[in-house]
């Protein structure tokens, strides 16, 4: 018998683990359904910025080169990077026309920085009928009068100021610079986030020699990226109670299936859907069920967590005793070298 793919993302049933991660994949309703039809358990719509809802022009994007790696052929599924600009009043509109087009979910997103009045905008992303909401609390800390506690504090109270605001469930986007993880997810839990998803992913800025200029770049992911999702998956997943979403790094069955283990409850995909289009979702899918099979995991309840922090046969191996092991084991190779 085929493996049951369904899983479960903050308390929605979805048919499967592959998700399409926040970008404008999805910003029309042509390219949301090519990712149904190609598999997808649900769709996180691009960002709607604080700075949008709060009227001010400026797009965080706008100066960002997103073009840089796009792939010729599975770049003209989706929309041009250029088109990436709705208002307010589109973002809901699109939800709506969404919501008569597809059967999966559809999760909105806010992105944003301050506990301010742009979170009150949830209510409005509620009533257009999006399924869930996800809160990018994306921020570069530079003032080093921001201690951790203020920055943890201020995303507590985004997520409290948001779950006052809606019924649906909600869950946070967080980024890897946090120092103690577990305790900030149990707060967040506490706020009200019913799911954390693992992780921002910054765009890095670049220099340039030439011009002497600071050039902001959104590159796309590889696998190598998974490795930290895994890591603090692992550990989120044998700590907390929220499910987990994966972002960053999932490009192969391979891929997703260890983000599963690792504790996922899907995986969030954005870059390997702008390199080779929806086919990514499928083949995806077809690997996991074959893996499945193979192994006699009937569903992916049954292995959701199996290489976590408190189930896997080894769990120093996700802290400290591996490090140690790991890099003697560098000295000895580069030792052979030299
Ligand atoms: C072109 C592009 C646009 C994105 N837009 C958003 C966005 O609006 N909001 C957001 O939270 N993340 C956004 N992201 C980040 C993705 O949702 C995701 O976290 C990141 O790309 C890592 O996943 P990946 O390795 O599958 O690409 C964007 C990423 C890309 C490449």
Known sequence: ???????????????????????????????????????????????????????????????????????????????????????????????????????????????GRTPGPWVDFASEVERAGADALELNVYFVVSDPADTPEIVERRIEGIVARARERVKIPVSVKLSTFHSALPQLGRRLESAGASGLVLFNRFYQSDFDLDAMTVTPRVRFSSSTELLTRLRWLSILSSTGRADLACSGGVHTANDLIKAILAGASVAQVVSALYKRGPEAVSSMLEGLRLWMTERGYADIDSMRGALNLARCPDASAHERAHYIRNLSSVDHWAGQRL
Do not use: C
């Open 1 to 111: 018998m085929s493996p049951n793919l369904e899983t479960t993302y903050l308390g929605l049933k979805l048919r499967s683990p592959v998700i399409t991660g926040a970008s404008p994949l999805t910003q029309t309703v042509d390219s949301a359904k090519r990712l149904e039809d190609a598999g997808v358990g649900a769709i996180v719509l691009h960002s709607l910025f604080e700075e949008q809802v709060v009227q001010e022009q400026r797009m965080l994007h706008a100066a960002t080169d997103w073009h840089e790696d796009t792939f010729g052929e599975a770049a003209s599924f989706f929309p041009k990077f250029e088109e990436y600009r709705f208002s307010p009043d589109l973002y809901l509109e699109h939800i709506g026309n969404l919501k008569r087009s597809l059967s999966v979910p559809v999760i909105a997103s806010l992105n």
